[in-house]
């Protein structure tokens, strides 16, 4: 802190004059304007509230909204890698059927408003695939059965269970595409040397994905792959358009009952933040340890 | 050579790349055990047509026969002549993630099936002849370039070929690194091994080859002995290419 203050110029000292003056200058315009009544004390409350009936601390709408972002996060990025990984390597293969179909897949995706594709995959997709196997009756035996405990540990209350598959499966179909992107180029970093290398050596076309190319590819790709873990997280807000309670969807709630927009919208502000900042700041370190790894 | 078997024939291949004609009518036998030396000026077709033997490109039009397997776009008869055929090229294309015995062992253990134990004997064996037993468990990049390329060639050999192809492998390399490189494949020459190198290492050429081959414009001008090649080369753009690079 010391050596940051010593640090300091004076064209930083007047660049935060500024800033501070700027923000000052509008906060009291605002003031003068909005007639608003800030009541951040309610808001912890909606983080966990004590439940009187059982004598204990439970999470309340924002809390339970985030741990759904999670868990939706989670599921959606493990599923949108699976589906990448098959979509970029299915744009590099000899294979012109194949390639024409990645590249279509990717190609729509890309061009059309993430919205409208989360609408037309939730309408068109999720809804009918969640009646045809109906997934909403085996939840609920689910929820009724003796492992309950353990699938609310993992998917929460099970009678969300079907709108939360949807949440996942829309917002996997939808990352997928730029996962199958960056492993594309994961791939395409291998260079031609590598393959004609491997390939002259007589390994198969298989073996020289397998040993070869994924193995160089998978290093050059962690570091992207990690970026688009962070976006979507974020992204999984849209989501909240399907009536999947996550964050987003949960702060709607809470400001419809309590009228607390500001407080409610800048603390869900800060929860993503601090999400994925702190996701950030966790994959920037293991990359330099992998780097030094790398290097020993 | 006279009376051995021919293991490569090349019968009036030609390759296009688009319109552009990168081999014209290219025909050339090489027997058991010959070494044959390509050299050329840039662009003239050599790694074209050392590509075709071992079907990294596909010629156009032709024939192609090695070691009494036709090659046609079929892929078992690609892995089976890409088995028989090594290849070291300019650039090493070493595996850079894998240490220099896991390069060495990948090949015959997901070609040719035989177990790790075994595997790893035969890349110390070859180690052992390019002359770096010591550095198996490094990675490529620590190694300098004249080693890199002494692992490729052991890379190579550890499928136990019954022909090496060489594509200018001392061009990449610093001066000091050349011989070192050129003294294992004399070695190897010497072992009775098939080759055919792209070179332009003409004392090199004069010590080891049987035939020398030189190329223009996707065509073979010249395909005769070294003494002949050397004294008297019997076309003038051949006279001006050795003219040019025996100056220096
Ligand atoms: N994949 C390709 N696509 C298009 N043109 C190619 C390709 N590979 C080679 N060529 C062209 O074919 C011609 C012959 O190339 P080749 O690499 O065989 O020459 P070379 O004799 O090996 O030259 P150098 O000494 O520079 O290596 C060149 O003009 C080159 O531009
Ligand atoms: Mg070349």
Request: net charge neutral.
């Amino acid at each position: 802190m010391r050596d940051l203050i010593r640090r300091l110029t004076w064209l930083d000292v007047v660049l935060l004059a500024v800033v501070a003056a700027a923000v000052a200058w509008v906060g009291l315009r605002i003031q003068g304007t909005l007639n608003y009544e800030w009541r951040w004390e309610i808001i912890p409350n909606y983080l966990l509230r004590f439940d009187e009936q059982n004598g204990r601390w439970v999470a309340n709408l924002l809390l339970q909204g985030l741990v759904t972002t999670v868990r939706i996060a989670l599921y959606a990025s493990v599923l949108a890698l699976a589906l990448g990984v098959m979509i970029g390597i299915g744009r590099t293969v000899k294979n012109l059927t194949v390639r024409m179909l990645a590249r279509t897949y990717v190609e729509l995706l890309r061009n059309i408003p993430p919205v409208v594709v989360i609408f037309i995959f939730f309408f068109f997709l999720s809804e009918q695939l969640i009646v045809a196997f109906n997934i909403e009756g085996w939840a609920r035996g689910i929820a009724q059965g003796d492992s309950a405990g353990a699938w609310t540990f993992l998917f929460g209350d099970m009678r969300l269970f079907p709108s939360m598959i949807s949440g996942v499966v829309v917002l996997a179909l939808f990352e997928s595409a730029f996962v199958g992107e960056i492993v594309r180029a994961g791939i395409e970093s291998v260079g031609r040397g590598q393959r004609e290398a491997a390939g002259s050596l007589g390994l198969s076309r298989v073996d020289e994905l397998r040993f070869v190319v994924l193995p160089q590819a998978t290093r050059r790709v962690l570091p992207p792959l990690a970026n688009q873990f962070i976006s979507l997280v974020k992204d999984s807000s849209i989501i909240s358009l399907i009536s999947v309670q996550e964050l987003t969807y949960k702060t709607v709630e809470l400001v419809s009952s309590t009228r607390a927009i500001f407080e409610a919208w800048i603390t869900t502000a800060l929860l993503y933040f601090v999400l994925c900042f702190c996701l950030s700041l966790l994959f920037r370190r293991l990359e330099r340890q992998g780097r030094t790894e790398m290097r020993a | 050579m006279a009376g051995r078997r021919p293991i490569i024939e090349i019968r009036n291949v030609d390759k296009y790349f688009g319109e552009f004609q990168a081999l014209n009518d290219v025909s050339l036998t090489i027997h058991a055990g010959e070494r044959v030396v390509i050299c050329g000026p840039s662009g003239s077709g050599k790694s074209t047509l050392l590509r075709c033997i071992n079907r990294l490109e596909e010629p156009s039009a032709g024939r192609l026969t090695v070691d009494g397997i036709e090659l046609t776009g079929a892929k078992d008869t690609l892995r089976r002549v890409r088995t028989e055929v090594g290849m070291v090229f300019q650039q090493f294309n070493l595996f850079p993630h894998l240490t220099v015995l896991e390069n060495l062992t990948l090949g015959p253990m997901r070609v040719r099936r035989i177990s790790r134990s075994e595997a790893t004997e035969r890349a110390r064996k070859y180690l052992d002849r390019v002359h770096i037993p010591e550095q198996a468990e490094k990675y490529p990049s620590e190694l300098s370039g004249g080693q890199q390329q002494r692992v490729a060639i052991a890379r190579s050999l550890c499928m136990e070929p019954r022909i090496m192809l060489f594509d200018e492998p001392t061009s990449a390399l610093d001066p000091e690194m050349i011989n070192e490189v050129l003294d294992v494949m004399v070695e190897l020459a010497g072992s009775g091994m098939t080759m055919v190198c792209v070179t332009h290492e003409m004392g090199f050429a004069r010590k080891v080859a049987d035939t020398m081959v030189f190329m223009d414009e996707g065509e073979i001008v010249e395909s005769s002995p070294p003494d002949a090649f050397f004294s008297r080369p019997s076309s003038k753009r051949c006279r001006q290419f050795l003219d040019r690079i025996l100056e220096h």
